[in-house]
């Protein structure tokens, strides 16, 4: 028996902090599309009996309708396999969401906030889904199995072991508690990165689709057979670009127009966007909003400034001039206590205005 699992597709995700560059929302919305496709595809030609998607498949609040009806007729192309939804902290099953007052196609299961159980020939799947965008606790402990004889699986969305807060909002769940109901796999979602444990039993497939660069690498699907009692999985790439992170030192660097021409020339992967990191001391204020008007280099999408002032305070404090009594009074700043990094960038811009200023 063949199944396909993914989660974390995030559907018309609205991308505003992932790049300066105003169309690249739209690109990785269709990428969306695309992959899904993609998956889809893979289903009809490879006889795929079992569909798991485990939450988060759109954003409630940015999702479009004709979005829900492109998904829902791409399930109409697999009729014969049955898919199983368990909505997550994005998607949930509220009363006016899509989930409840759309139409699905008759293989679709959406999962509600209580256990539930779809008996299949030589197999049962149960599910649970989050009824708000928070959820401290699914009651997993009171969730058993009913015929140990069959296969089982669970599919959920939820936070493998969470330990601080944040994690027990979004229903974290016991690894220990899940071993000990046995089930033969569980098809988890919420957290972006493939992770397996217990020779594949339990799962997160990632992100369908990277979100943003602290989802670096290769996303995409997992695909598994169960072979009698046993699981085997393997991860199947998916999207067609990748989100990478490269550094450029700007130490050497004299003028604007050369650090222009550098990060020109830095070489870039057709399927990679890129967060530009700009390190080392600067010689010149450089505002990062600019240089984007000026660059040929469309896949870098992203420039952080993590640059330093290339002034020495301590040495120029000592000088008996305007110069020395700024210094003075910025490195009093920068020295203060449980200072922010937010508050010592401020302070580093300033520093080196003012510097040009008494020139």
Not at 11 to 35: A, C, Y
């Amino acid at each position: 028996m063949k199944f396909v699992h993914i989660a974390d597709m995030h559907f018309d995700s609205p991308f505003v902090n992932l790049s300066d560059r105003e169309t690249f929302g739209d690109l990785k919305r269709l990428e969306q599309r695309k992959v899904f496709k993609r998956v889809i595809d893979y289903i009809k030609e490879n006889n795929i009996e079992l569909f798991f998607i485990s939450g988060d498949l759109y954003e409630n609040q940015y999702v479009r309708k004709s979005t829900i009806e492109y998904i829902n007729e791409l399930f109409k192309e697999i009729p014969k396999t049955k898919i199983f939804i368990s909505p997550g902290n994005h998607d949930p099953y509220l009363k006016n969401s899509y989930y409840n007052k759309y139409v699905w196609n008759e293989n679709v299961k959406v999962f509600s906030s209580s256990f539930e159980k779809v008996e299949l020939d030589g197999i049962d799947i149960y599910g649970y889904g989050f009824d708000d965008f928070y959820c401290t606790d699914c009651d997993i402990e009171r969730l058993n199995i009913e015929n140990p004889n069959k296969l089982n699986v669970l599919v959920i969305h939820g936070t493998l072991d969470g330990a601080n807060l944040e994690e027990k909002q979004y229903n974290s769940i016991s690894k220990n508690s899940l071993l000990e109901k046995n089930f033969d796999y569980v098809a988890l979602g919420h957290i972006h990165k493939m992770q397996s444990y217990e020779n594949c039993k339990i799962v997160y497939p990632g992100s369908t689709v990277s979100l943003g660069f602290d989802e670096l690498g290769k996303h995409g699907m997992v695909v598994g057979e169960f072979v009698d009692k046993e699981v085997k999985i393997s991860f199947v790439p998916l999207a067609d670009t990748e989100f990478v992170e490269k550094e450029l030192d700007v130490t050497d660097i004299i003028s604007n127009d050369e650090l222009i021409e550098k990060i020109n020339s830095i070489s870039v992967e057709d399927n990679q966007f890129v967060k530009l990191i700009l390190k080392g001391k600067r010689n010149f204020e450089i505002e990062t909003y600019e240089l984007y008007k000026l660059l040929n280099q469309e896949r870098i999408i992203k420039i952080k400034n993590k640059t330093k002032i290339k002034y020495d305070l301590n040495l120029i404090k000592n000088d008996v001039t305007l110069k020395g009594i700024f210094a003075g009074e910025m490195l009093k700043k920068l020295n203060k206590e449980n200072i922010s990094e937010e508050e010592k960038e401020i302070i580093e811009k300033a520093i080196e205005i003012g510097f040009e200023a008494l020139e």
